[in-house]
């Protein structure tokens, strides 16, 4: 009964509030992007004409991160290029 007591006795909050907010991460909107096209396809029958069709929101996300990731090795090369000694070059007097 104790338990009982204090858990009526104690304020509490029926519900929790949850504010949204846009993905401000690429990771975040690249999750966001897959849940929408995996919840696009499972509900079918509630959204029976999409603006943008699941397959295509996925080809698009594949692309980006394929874009994102040749960015990231090529800046990873040209750094790695710029990090090499220099040849000495003849001075010029």
Do not use: N, W, Y
């Not at 509490?12 to 096209?37: D, N, Y």
């Not at 499972?42 to 692309?63: I, M, S």
């Amino acid at each position: 009964m104790r338990l009982a007591q204090s858990v009526l006795t104690t304020p509490f909050f029926i519900h929790l509030e949850v504010i949204m907010q846009f993905p401000r991460s690429g990771a975040e909107i690249a999750k966001l992007t897959v849940a929408v096209a995996q919840g696009l396809e499972h509900a079918a029958a509630d959204f029976p004409t999409p603006p943008v069709p699941p397959a295509e929101l996925q080809a698009k996300l594949d692309g980006t991160v394929t874009a994102v990731a040749a960015f990231v090795v090529g800046h990873l090369d040209a750094q790695r290029r710029s990090d090499r000694p220099k040849a000495l070059l003849p001075s010029r007097a």
